[in-house]
C-alpha cells in the first residue's frame, strides 16, 4: 500500500514533443505529490509538486496532472528539449509521516535533437 | 542560500567496517532525511530527523543509525558493512512535511 508506480521506466521523445510520465498511488493517506529530476551524478532536484485539492499545476514547461479518484498523477513536460534529458521520479508522501518520500522507480528520459 | 551539502563525496570501504557520512542542511531547515539510492531498488527512505529526534524510520536492519545536532547538521552510520551497502546516500533538508525536500549531491559509498 505504500507503494508508488511508476511509468515508463525509459521514454525517448523528439526535441519540441511532449514527455509524458505517469504514476499511480494506493494509499489514500497521500496528501502531498512531488516530482524531482536527477542528472547522473546530481542528487534529486524539486520540479514541481501538487496536493491533492487541485487537479492540474503548471510551472513553465511542467505541469502535473492529478487525479484523486483513480489514485493517478502524471508529469507533463512541453517543448522537450534535450537539456530535459534525465531521470524523473514521482514521490508521496502523507502528513502523518511527517517528510518520509515513497518514490517511484523513475523514468529516464532521452530527448532526441 | 547555500544548498544542501553532503561529505564525503566518495568513500571506499572494506567489508565489516563501519561509515559515517555527514549532512550539512540548508539553513533554517529542521527537518533533515536520509535515503539509499540503488539501481535496483531505487530511492528507499532510511531515516527522518527533526529537532534532533528520530520522526520516522524506514525498513533498514539496525546497522544503519543516525542523529541530527542542535544545529540541525546530520551524520548517519553504518556499521559492520557489507558488500549490498554500496550505493548514493543522499540526505534531503526541508522546512517540514508538504514544504519540499531539497537534496544534497549525495555521498556515494563503495564497499569491497
Known amino acids: 500500500q505504500q507503494q508508488v508506480k511508476q511509468s515508463p521506466q525509459s521514454l525517448i521523445v523528439q526535441k519540441g514533443g511532449i514527455s509524458i510520465i505517469n504514476c499511480a498511488y494506493e494509499?489514500?493517506?497521500?496528501?502531498?505529490f512531488p516530482w524531482y529530476q536527477q542528472f547522473p551524478g546530481k542528487g534529486p532536484a524539486l520540479l514541481i509538486a501538487?496536493?491533492?485539492?487541485?487537479s492540474e499545476k503548471k510551472e513553465g514547461r511542467f505541469t502535473i496532472s492529478f487525479n484523486k479518484s483513480a489514485k493517478q498523477f502524471s508529469l507533463h513536460i512541453m517543448d522537450s528539449q534535450p537539456g530535459d534529458s534525465a531521470t524523473y521520479f514521482c514521490?508521496?508522501?502523507?502528513?502523518?509521516?511527517?517528510?518520509?518520500?515513497?518514490f517511484g522507480q523513475g523514468t529516464e528520459l532521452s530527448v532526441k535533437p | 542560500k547555500a544548498g544542501v551539502t553532503q561529505t564525503p563525496r566518495y568513500l571506499i570501504k572494506t567489508r565489516g567496517q563501519q561509515v559515517t557520512l555527514s549532512c550539512s542542511p540548508i539553513?533554517?531547515?529542521?527537518?533533515v532525511s536520509w535515503y539509499q539510492q540503488t539501481p535496483g531498488q531505487g530511492l528507499q527512505f532510511l531515516f527522518e530527523?527533526?529537532?534532533?529526534?528520530?520522526?520516522n524510520k524506514g525498513n533498514f536492519p539496525g546497522r544503519f543509525s543516525g542523529r541530527q545536532f542542535s544545529n540541525s547538521r546530520s551524520e548517519m552510520n553504518v556499521s559492520t558493512l557489507e558488500l549490498g551497502d554500496s550505493a548514493l546516500y543522499l540526505c534531503?533538508?526541508?522546512?517540514?512535511?508538504?514544504?519540499?525536500?531539497?537534496f544534497g549531491q549525495g555521498t556515494r559509498l563503495t564497499v569491497v
Open positions: 514521490a508521496a508522501s502523507s502528513h502523518n509521516q511527517g517528510g518520509k518520500l515513497i
Open positions: 539553513s533554517g531547515h529542521r527537518s
Open positions: 530527523y527533526f529537532s534532533e529526534t528520530q520522526r
Open positions: 534531503a533538508s526541508s522546512t517540514g512535511p508538504k514544504a519540499g525536500a531539497f
Open positions: 501538487i496536493r491533492p485539492d487541485v
Open positions: 494509499n489514500t493517506a497521500f496528501d502531498y
